[in-house]
């Protein structure tokens, strides 16, 4: 397969033999030139698409000349589109890094914002909203013993899923709490216990109905 440049340089001597033809068969008619002379015109051209023009005997130098003129005027600006191509495809290029750089910067900013301290204090007030909407009356011994214990291990508590089915910042069982917690908001348990404000709720509801000791952190500690 040829290359952009081959196939131009191709296209370019294919033009200049043509068009040095044609001028060569309207002299022939002008000054009787033979075909034959009209041919050797069009032959003298190169095929690495630099064209050498000899004029025949009694031809009008200055119309040759002008048609020369043309042509390297043409590749010229070829040459200054080839320069210009190549200085967008540099900076679509610059571009493309700048963007993945940015990307990176945003991607490291986000994991700080959901993993780092700010999201933890304001996910934990949250959680302490639940809590006391849902009526709980022992927050000191979740802050100080049963969450530390049950989920302060976790990258990210609110998300956290345990071996025995336990969710979210207080562990709340799924097998034991599911439909409770369904009755009491409305929402599936897999889908809104990682809420910090909904899984607060069911914990004060848990506390209601089992005290502490629903939680092995408490009963072991």
């Known amino acids: 397969m040829h290359s952009y440049n081959s196939v131009t340089s191709i296209l370019s001597t294919r033009r ?10 309207l002299l022939v008619s002008v000054f009787g030139m033979s075909v034959s002379a009209a041919q050797d015109v069009g032959a003298e051209v190169g095929i690495s698409g630099q064209a050498e023009v000899t004029a025949p005997v009694g031809a009008p130098s200055s119309e040759v000349a002008e048609l020369v003129l043309q ?4 590749d010229q600006r070829i040459a200054v589109l080839h320069e210009q191509l190549a200085f967008v495809m540099q900076a679509a290029l610059s571009s493309e890094q700048q963007v993945d750089v940015q990307r990176d910067v945003f991607m490291d900013e986000q994991r700080e914002l959901r993993f780092g301290q700010p999201f933890q204090e304001q996910s934990m007030s949250e959680w302490r909203i639940g809590y006391a909407l849902g009526g709980g009356q022992n927050l000191a011994a979740f802050e100080s013993t049963i969450l530390p214990c049950e989920s302060g291990g976790e990258a990210d508590p609110d998300d956290a899923v345990g071996p025995t089915d336990d969710w979210g910042r207080a562990q709340i069982n799924r097998p ?15 889908d809104q216990i990682s809420n910090p404000i909904l899984n607060g709720f069911m914990t004060a509801h848990v506390e209601s109905e089992q005290g502490l000791n629903a939680w092995t952190c408490w009963r072991k500690r």
């Open 16 to 25: 200049v033999v043509v068009l040095l033809t044609l001028i060569a068969i």
């Open 71 to 74: 042509l390297e005027e043409r």
């Open 176 to 190: 034991t709490w599911s439909k409770r917690f369904t009755e009491l908001t409305g929402a599936r348990f897999e």
